[in-house]
């Protein structure tokens, strides 16, 4: 199984910064990669598929982006309603795998 | 609108079974593949189980394996996972969420969830 690592767990940000999360695959994979959103006692919402493009409804202020086994999510201006946990997802190679979560909170 | 409604959970002792249900709505139902996610408490994300849309065909977590089975009846839009032999660590909210694509791993819409809880 592909394992997906993601730094850093947590982060501590203003609103307006430019916040840069990390998934680090332990094998090289496609462009088969996503990212996702889960606020508080919420369902997870998809934000991110094929490494780099927005789900509809999805702020610009989002981006993905990476290859081989280093993908990034950036949130170029942190807003208060991104406090959340963000996840990656391998969905090329079986088993499709998560990351341990990235959680974001607001300073 | 795509909409996705789980039941079924609840508490069961070890070594019970539970079958949860999800209905789904908005969408072509049996053009999709689905697909179970669970999230233990205070916990990251675990893929469980999926079934395609193109020939049904079946994949499965080795946590789950040979324990859980999905399956789908595109008549009535829903999707099921029959959970047998349930172990604690089995606690989870569990999500129904379908797929990009027929053959597809990629979740586009998720359930609320559904919290199954294996306790004595």
């Known amino acids: ?107 | 609108e795509v909409q996705l409604l789980e039941s079924g959970g609840g508490l069961v002792q070890p070594g019970g079974s539970l079958r949860l249900s999800c209905a789904g709505s908005g969408f072509t139902f049996s053009n999709y593949a689905l697909n179970w996610v669970r999230q233990a408490p205070g916990k990251g994300l675990e893929w469980v189980s999926s079934i395609f849309g193109s020939d049904g065909s079946t994949y499965y977590a080795d946590s789950v394996k040979g324990r859980f089975t999905i399956s789908r009846d595109n008549s009535r839009n829903t999707v099921y996972l029959q959970m047998n032999t349930l172990r604690a660590e089995d606690t989870a909210v569990y999500y129904c969420a379908k797929a990009w694509g027929s053959v597809s791993y990629y979740i586009d819409y998720w359930g609320q969830g559904t919290l199954v809880t294996v306790s004595s």
């Open chain 1, 1 to 107: 199984d592909i394992q997906m690592t993601q730094s850093p767990s947590s982060l501590s940000a203003s609103v307006g910064d430019r916040v840069t999360i990390t998934c680090r695959a332990s094998q090289g994979i496609n462009a088969w990669f996503a990212w996702y959103q889960q606020k508080p006692d919420k369902a997870p919402k998809s934000l991110i598929y094929a490494t780099s493009n927005l789900e509809s409804g999805v702020p610009s202020r989002f981006s993905g982006s990476g290859s081989g086994t280093d993908f990034t999510l950036t949130i170029s201006s942190l807003q208060p309603e991104d406090f959340a946990t963000y996840y990656c997802q391998q969905y090329g190679s079986y088993p499709p795998t998560f990351g341990g979560g990235t959680k974001v909170e607001i300073k």
